[in-house]
Nanobody, 121 residues
Framework: QEQLVESGGGLVQAGGSLRLSCAAS????????KGWFRQAPGKEREFVAS????????YYADSAKGRFTISRDNAKNTVYLQMNSLKPEDTAVYYC??????????????WGQGTQVTVSS
């Protein structure tokens, strides 16, 4: 069964940076488009960024543009989310997903368990 495992979350001060990683267990995942979503307590899961299978197309939520960068290394079956200039409102559980590049979480077939990102003010 395909699995996605996120890592790299943690506690950081406002203005700091984190790099999230999403490792896929199966080689076939290198052909899947991938996305990052986040969910804060009491809020719906929201789109952050996505990337096509080749890495040639990238999409960002307005809140992520200019601060976050999504990338992938298909040889390592890994997708990354570099987050800079973090703000307290970025605090959430971040999820990796596979199967689409759209902003709708229902378009994705596979999900990781999530990694907590906490930004202190």
């Amino acid at each position: 069964q395909e699995q996605l495992v996120e890592s790299g979350g943690g506690l950081v001060q406002a203005g700091g940076s984190l790099r999230l990683s999403c490792a896929a267990s199966e080689r076939t995942f290198s052909t899947y488009a991938k996305g990052w979503f986040r969910q804060a307590p009491g809020k719906e899961r929201e789109f952050v960024a996505s990337i096509s299978w080749s890495g040639g197309s990238k999409y960002y939520a307005d809140s992520a543009k200019g601060r976050f960068t999504i990338s992938r290394d298909n040889a390592k079956n890994t997708v990354y989310l570099q987050m800079n200039s973090l703000k307290p409102e970025d605090t959430a559980v971040y999820y990796c997903a596979a199967g689409s590049t759209t902003r709708s979480p229902t378009s994705y077939d596979y999900w990781g368990q999530g990694t907590q990102v906490t930004v202190s003010s």
